[in-house]
């Protein structure tokens, strides 16, 4: 019998600009310190960058209240380090929506040609090998797993 040995990361943030850059250089700390590879820090720090802006975007103020208060929103993220693989849980107040239905817009051209925007399910499909979604009371969970293997890459569609 195989036993899976998992470390859990876990943090919360401020859906504000300032709190993406929290985000990402709690992120980097946290590679650094599982010494992750590089290509797979970069393919969970993109996802995690991307996952993270689209809730401060277009996730509204919170969902919850107190005393006929809007929370403030926020993203609880965690990265579960396995054996085999790593998952990272986003987690957000803000308003219902369910991340892994959303169109990928393909990438026909390379990516140094390709216009910014609506990129980022596309980015998140091809770093990661799961993306999930699971409704939580007044909010949303993303799962993204990765293989601690070589990470895949970003290439353009035919």
């Not at 992750?36 to 277009?58: D, G, P």
Request: glycine letters at 8%.
């Amino acid at each position: 019998m195989q036993t899976t040995t998992t470390q859990r990361h876990r943090t919360r943030f401020p859906a504000t600009i300032d709190g993406v850059v929290a985000a990402a250089t709690w992120l980097h700390g946290v590679t650094e310190t599982e010494q992750l590879s590089a290509k797979l820090a970069f393919a969970i720090e993109v996802c995690l960058e991307e996952l993270f802006t689209n809730v401060m975007n277009h996730g509204g103020p919170g969902t919850a209240t107190t005393n006929d208060d809007e929370l403030p929103l926020f993203v609880e993220l965690a990265l579960d380090l396995g054996d085999d693989d790593v998952s990272l849980f986003v987690e957000d107040n803000g308003r219902p929506f369910d991340v892994s239905q959303a169109p990928a817009r393909p990438i026909r051209r390379p990516l140094e040609e390709v216009m910014p925007g609506g990129l980022g399910m596309q980015l998140i499909r091809s770093f990661s090998s799961e993306l999930l979604y699971e409704p939580l009371p007044g909010g949303n969970r993303v799962i993204v797993k990765f293989l601690r293997g070589e990470q895949p890459e970003t290439k353009a569609e035919d």
